[in-house]
C-alpha cells in the first residue's frame, strides 16, 4: 500500500475516532477494541491478539513506526 492510500485510509478512521470519544483514554479504549475485533475476524484468539499487539508495541519502541 501506497503512502498516500495508507494515510487516504487512517485520516477518516481516525476523525471517526476523535468524533465518537474526545478524550485519550476513550480512543485508546476504541482502539484497543478495534484491535481485538480485527483478531476475531482473522480467527485469533484474545491470547494471539495481545501478542500481535505486543509486536507492534515493540515496533513502536525500537522505532520501525514513527
Known amino acids: 500500500m501506497s503512502t498516500d492510500r495508507h494515510n ?5 478512521l481516525l476523525r471517526m475516532i476523535v468524533e465518537a470519544d474526545p478524550t ?3 480512543q485508546w479504549v476504541l482502539l484497543e477494541s478495534l484491535a481485538l475485533g480485527i483478531g476475531k475476524l482473522h480467527g485469533r484468539t484474545p491470547r494471539q ?3 500481535f499487539v505486543e509486536a507492534m508495541a515493540e515496533r513502536f519502541t525500537d522505532g520501525s513506526r514513527s
Do not use: H, I, N, Q
Open 24 to 26: 485519550e483514554s476513550g
Open 49 to 51: 491478539t495481545a501478542e
Open 8 to 12: 487516504a485510509a487512517l485520516l477518516p
